[in-house]
């Protein structure tokens, strides 16, 4: 999975790494009107010598909302930017369009409802957005926190269901399937024995860790040796495999270091070159149609969504679907990942402000703020969003706090001409750019009135936060 940290890697060990997966939305630029792609960022990752795929991570296509056309637009053009082979995305749900009109985003990627209902509405938007896709498509088969529920389709028979009437592909995520046995759904074995093998065209494997007695998706290191394990047993198992793709996130690159990275790499690389020089025919298990097995849940595939969403974003929700899953003791865990994202996307796309709330009140004025920001308001897709909008709450307070005004103002406008592309004006009672460096340092300034205007370029705003001149 690309990531800039190992930029370096994908250059020097093209023998060992022979394509890279990326996923766009970490390149977009998501404006007012909608998403562009930053025009820098995909010549150099285009002339890489891998092949290319591209996995989206921002329109999951399991719910009942169809994918934003925006989105379509933005994705397709690094699907030809890169001259990707296949494009690929999750089987889940992260917005809602709830019974009263109100719409919002859950700030996670949420498990479809598994119902045969379900399979037709995952299966009906794939087609749409394969339809408009100038290559193949997969789903990926995805990680649920949730406890198995009566009368629901098990998780390989769903999936197994969507991909042949859907008619994609299979992106077969060995760490999420894992996490689901370990959290206690379906086994893995069991799960594999569903899925139409011949469908599979790419594995992800990934390491995690725990948290709150949940094993996590996290993509946050090496390799379990149990998924290692799990690869031995299901590659002679899938003949039109692919590729097999580690993901590890760029935080966990730096804590690992790019050397283990590469370790990692070989390891998994053994165990593909093990398997080929068996010689195990990888025939197809069966291309019988999976059996349309009714399951007993009514629920409407909205109202699931709606209730799930709402639990999960910390609002309350009436009804019996809602009241049974507030008993799921993974909605409090999946809050509590939630709000930490989304004051995570905060403080890093924020980091002068934050800084400045810490020096005035410590951690527990910057946490007192957050809080009530989270607990009032949706989550944002997109971190900048995210960012601005809990700048615009804390300007909107009107809070009398040194300097809080001004740095607002400078790293609003820095983030609006990111957007936008385009410099922004901002003025100033003393001169900025020494105070900010202060702050910056974690003391308060001490400054003399004067007259300044500060022109803020999309370029000051770099790897999520904004760079303060030195003058």
């Known amino acids: 999975m690309y990531t800039s940290a190992l930029s370096k890697v994908f250059a020097r060990h093209p023998q060992l790494v022979a394509f890279l997966e990326l996923e766009p939305q970490t390149h977009w630029i998501a404006g007012e009107s909608g998403f562009r792609q930053d025009p820098t960022a995909l010549a150099p990752i285009a002339a890489l010598p891998q092949r290319k795929l591209v996995h989206g991570v921002g329109f999951p296509v399991g719910g009942t909302t169809a994918p934003d056309e925006d989105h379509l637009d933005a994705f397709n053009d690094a699907i030809v930017s890169l001259d990707a082979v296949w494009a690929s995305e999750h089987l889940a749900f992260n917005f809602v369009r709830a019974a009263n009109g109100e719409t919002f985003h859950t700030g996670f990627l949420l498990p479809p409802l598994q119902t045969s209902i379900g399979v037709a509405e995952a299966a009906r938007h794939i087609r ?4 408009q896709l100038p290559v193949a498509f997969a789903v990926e088969t995805p990680v ?10 098990s998780d390989g028979n769903f999936i197994a269901r969507v991909a042949q009437d859907a008619d994609c592909g299979i992106l077969l995520d060995l760490h999420n399937v894992w996490a689901n046995e370990l959290n206690g759904r379906q086994p893995v074995r069991d799960f594999l024995a569903e899925i139409p093998n011949e469908r599979v065209w790419e594995v992800h494997v990934a390491g995690g860790f725990e948290r709150d007695g949940y094993w996590l998706d996290a993509h946050s290191g090496p390799v379990p040796d149990a998924i290692i394990d799990l690869l031995r047993m299901a590659v002679p198992t ?7 793709t580690f993901e590890i996130g760029a935080a966990f690159v730096d804590e690992i270091g790019v050397d283990a990275v590469v370790e990692e790499l070989r390891r998994i690389s053994s165990v593909l070159d093990a398997c080929a020089s068996a010689n195990v ?12 097995v009714e399951s007993g849940d009514e629920t409407a ?33 999946l809050r509590g990942l939630v709000k ?30 957050l809080g009530d920001y989270v607990s009032g308001s949706y989550p944002q897709l997109f971190g900048l969003r995210e960012a601005d909008a809990f700048a615009k709450n804390l300007a ?30 901002v003025r100033f009672a003393y001169e900025p750019m020494s105070a900010f460096q202060t702050i910056a340092s974690g003391r308060l300034p001490d400054v003399s009135s004067g007259d300044f205007e500060v022109e803020v370029t999309p370029e000051m705003y770099e790897g999520g936060a904004v760079l303060v001149p030195s003058s």
């Open 128 to 131: 749409e957005v394969s339809a």
């Open 144 to 153: 649920n926190y949730l406890r198995p529920r009566h009368g629901e389709l």
């Open 238 to 244: 899938l003949p039109n495999l692919r590729c097999v």
């Open 281 to 292: 025919s990888r025939s197809v298990r069966t291309q019988r149609r999976v059996p349309a």
């Open 301 to 333: 595939p909205a109202e699931w969504e709606e209730a799930l969403g709402s639990l999960v974003v910390g609002r309350s929700v009436d009804g019996e679907l809602a009241a049974a899953l507030v008993g799921d003791p993974a909605i409090a865990m």
């Open 340 to 369: 930490d994202f989304r004051i995570g996307m905060v403080v890093d796309g924020l980091k002068l402000t934050c800084r400045l709330l810490r020096i005035l009140g410590g951690d527990a004025l910057l946490t007192s703020l």
């Open 396 to 425: 909107n307070r009107h809070l009398d706090l040194a300097f809080l005004d001004d740095t607002l103002a400078f790293e609003r406008a820095a983030i609006l001409a990111v957007t936008t592309g385009m410099s922004q004006s």
